[in-house]
């Protein structure tokens, strides 16, 4: 159980096109999901939080005309990087929220690796 | 602000030579710990979570054991599959009751077991 998925698990884009990816809660519904950015070596970093049905929550710093959260669903959400620039290269993983009581669990995807030529 | 170290780094391991992982966290209120596993170009797999000091929790050749202080995962005769980034990461509870904050996450420990 708690298994998510996200598509594509890699894309090479052009410099100035938009990538869209997409994540998905295949066995359990999400009310809340999480957007990371992780770059070589280093831990996740939060990008955004992600409330089905609501707009959503970016960390400091982190651009959000620049990085387009939509969380349509209870099981969908997606992360649009417009314009994308080799500077957003980077591994993008989501994650999706259940909540088990007193603590809520995450649950990741398997990442999609961005290249921005 | 909630922090989280990890230490070592890096660990290099022989088949069957049992360690531990340490994490040392820095919280107001904790809400849970959490271990998870990565592999190379993979997303976090979730392990363990731990809710209050004394608390372990076993899985396989892994176990978590929780202090008011830190959280350790020991590994038991550790096999090459075992290998892998061990990230650990905390939620604190939020201002307004029922509430929590987001994951803080550890910088992680890149286990390295030969055969």
């Known amino acids: 159980g708690a298994v998510v998925s996200q598509h594509p698990s890699w894309v090479i884009c052009k410099s100035g096109t938009s990538v869209k990816i997409e994540c998905r809660s295949l066995?359990?519904?999400?009310?809340?999901m999480f957007w990371y950015r992780q770059f070589p070596k280093q831990s996740l970093m939060l990008m955004a939080t992600?409330?089905?049905?609501?707009?959503?929550?970016?960390e400091q710093g982190v651009e959000k005309d620049k990085f387009l959260i939509n969380h349509a669903s209870l099981t969908l959400s997606t992360l649009t990087v417009t314009s994308a620039h080799p500077e957003d290269s980077s591994f993008y993983i989501c994650?999706?929220?259940?909540?088990?009581?007193?603590?809520?669990?995450?649950?990741f995807g398997p990442g999609t690796r961005l290249t921005v030529l | 602000e909630d922090q989280v170290t990890q230490s070592p780094e890096a660990l290099r391991l022989q088949e069957g030579e049992s360690s531990s992982l340490n994490c040392s966290y820095t919280?107001?209120?904790?809400?849970?710990l959490f271990w998870y596993r990565q592999d190379p170009g993979k997303g976090p797999e979730f392990l363990f979570t731990?809710?209050?000091a004394g608390e372990e929790k076993e899985k396989e050749r892994l176990k978590a054991t929780l202090t008011k202080k830190e959280s350790f995962l020991h590994i038991t005769a550790p096999k090459p599959e075992d290998s892998a980034t061990y990230l650990c990461?905390?939620?604190?509870?939020?201002?307004?009751?029922?509430?929590?904050?987001?994951?803080?996450f550890g910088s992680g420990t890149q286990l390295t077991v030969l055969p």
């Open positions: 919280v107001s209120g904790l809400r849970g």
């Open positions: 994650s999706a929220k259940t909540s088990g009581g007193w603590v809520d669990t995450q649950y």
């Open positions: 990461a905390v939620q604190a509870r939020g201002i307004s009751s029922g509430s929590a904050r987001q994951l803080t």
């Open positions: 066995d359990f519904q999400a009310t809340t």
């Open positions: 731990l809710y209050s």
């Open positions: 992600s409330n089905e049905g609501s707009k959503a929550t970016y």
